[in-house]
């Protein structure tokens, strides 16, 4: 059949598609070098061919070379940052930028206080690298995708309904800045010369200049109006190839992990006038000390941050669990490791992040799980919540909200009259590792011992 009859025996719509598509190919095939260049196609892991003027090809093995770097001096403002009432106890949702720019400020913010929540956490320097704002830092610009056009517009709306505005910084953890600087790119196979990947790039936190990075970032957000920074990602790699990757700019006098993190969130601190915060993974609250060494205690961060959130994700606790199946009793363990949150914190603000959609909950997914979880973070003595549900789909979580209002108890962290002693999780220990304990479990004993 000739391409002619193939486009005569086709509707209209359907031949202007094919036309399209056959000029294209066309011009992909003849287009001279220079034309194909300004394409903007990228293809981000392309293996570069020296006779390809493709953009966007990405060298695989790269030099051990560091460029000469100053680090910067920033204004000191100390470390005691005020934390407003409303951040203190603040009952927040994650939005994702996407979101954010489909539904408008307005609508989201209104969307919020109907839920009765009065914060948000928002991206702003994401998951994998991006900076969703016209950032004016220079290291910056190449790694923008813009989805918030005018952020300090955007917290104006926010602040007009009385929601309190949480920036969230992904520090270490970034798919982007490598490619275009891999000097400040973790290193792995031989003789460090590939970028070192753990779900994603990750950037060498001995490097002044990436701390720098992420701190003009920061203060870029606090001109912006932002009532408080959130780093998360402030970690190295967890598993057995984190502690085989090479760190370029770590040498014999640097300081161990921990020490680097908390002297990061120093550095911060100090050169920000706004409150900071920082997640942390569910697992330092179970535990003492930094066994995984990913750098962080919340005893040492605590001295330089004005909140911490605990990640205490059900769906990240299936090798807690006999059969790695998790049960509705991870509800036991959410409030347990809390309440060792609350004594390691200090008198720092306790907020943690509670799982808000079903991954690897379906068995028992409903309002009643997530209220369950807002009950245990309250008697473990926590000072408000986030809600982390990155599908967006929240129906379930504002019907949990909606429900815990009307209940006898009364609203969640409104007040600590009802909170239960220690006594209560008699198997919880104050010090330790949690999985070390002896005697009894939760209800359904299916906690592991480990």
């Known amino acids: 059949m000739s391409v002619s009859c193939l486009f005569s025996r086709q509707p209209p719509p359907l031949r202007l598609l094919l036309a399209a598509v056959t ?9 001279p070098p220079a034309a194909q260049a300004r394409s903007r196609i990228h293809y981000a892991d392309q293996k570069c061919d020296p006779r390809s003027d493709l953009p966007g090809c990405t060298q695989k093995t790269f030099g051990r070379q560091l460029r000469p770097y100053t680090p910067k001096v920033y204004p000191d403002h100390g470390l005691d940052d005020t934390m407003s009432e409303a951040g203190k106890k603040a009952r927040g949702l994650y939005i994702t930028p996407m979101y954010l720019f489909g539904m408008g400020a307005e609508r989201t913010a209104a ?27 220079p290291l910056g610009e190449k790694q923008r995708y813009v989805l918030i056009q005018d952020p300090a517009a955007m917290v104006r709306a926010f602040h007009q309904q009385g929601i309190y505005v949480i920036g969230r910084v992904v520090a270490f953890k970034d798919g982007r800045l490598p490619l275009a600087r891999p000097d400040l790119a973790v290193r792995s196979w031989r003789r460090a010369q590939r970028l ?51 760190w370029l700019h770590q040498n014999k006098d640097s300081p161990d992990r921990a020490q680097l993190i908390a002297s990061f969130l120093e550095r911060a601190d100090r050169a920000l006038a706004i409150p900071i915060s920082a997640d942390v993974y569910g697992l330092t609250t179970l535990v003492d000390g930094d066994p995984r060494t990913l750098g962080q205690t919340i005893e040492n961060m605590a001295k330089y941050i004005e909140a911490v959130s605990p990640m205490m994700y059900a769906n990240g606790m299936g090798t807690y669990f006999r059969n790695q199946r998790v049960t509705a009793d991870v509800v036991y363990l959410i409030e347990c490791g809390l309440r060792r949150a609350r004594a390691k914190a200090g008198g720092i603000v306790l907020r ?46 504002f019907d949990a909200l909606r429900e815990i209002r009307k209940s006898a108890a009364g609203p969640p962290f409104r007040t600590r009259a009802h909170r239960t002693g220690f006594s209560s999780l008699a198997w919880c220990p104050q010090k330790g590792n949690v999985f070390d304990v002896a005697g009894p479990r939760p209800a359904s004993k299916q906690l592991a011992s480990r």
């Open 352 to 397: 943690p992040y509670l799982q808000a959609y079903a991954n690897s909950v379906e068995g028992f997914w409903g309002p009643d799980f997530v209220s369950n979880q807002l009950r245990a973070a309250e008697r473990a003595g926590a000072d408000g919540f986030l809600l982390w549900n990155p599908t967006m789909h929240n129906e379930v979580p």
């Open 23 to 31: 000029a294209a190919a066309a011009y992909a095939l003849l287009a």
């Open 111 to 137: 969307m919020i206080r109907k839920a009765h929540l009065d914060a948000v956490v928002i991206d702003m320097k994401d998951d994998n690298g991006h900076l969703v704002y016209p950032t004016r830092i």
């Open 196 to 246: 070192f990947s753990a779900g994603s790039y990750w950037l060498d936190a001995y490097s002044a200049e990436v701390q720098d990075y992420l701190i003009d970032i920061a203060s870029e957000l606090q001109g912006f109006g932002f009532d408080e920074i959130q780093f998360d990602y402030v970690r190295f790699p967890k598993g057995h190839a984190g502690t085989l990757a090479t």
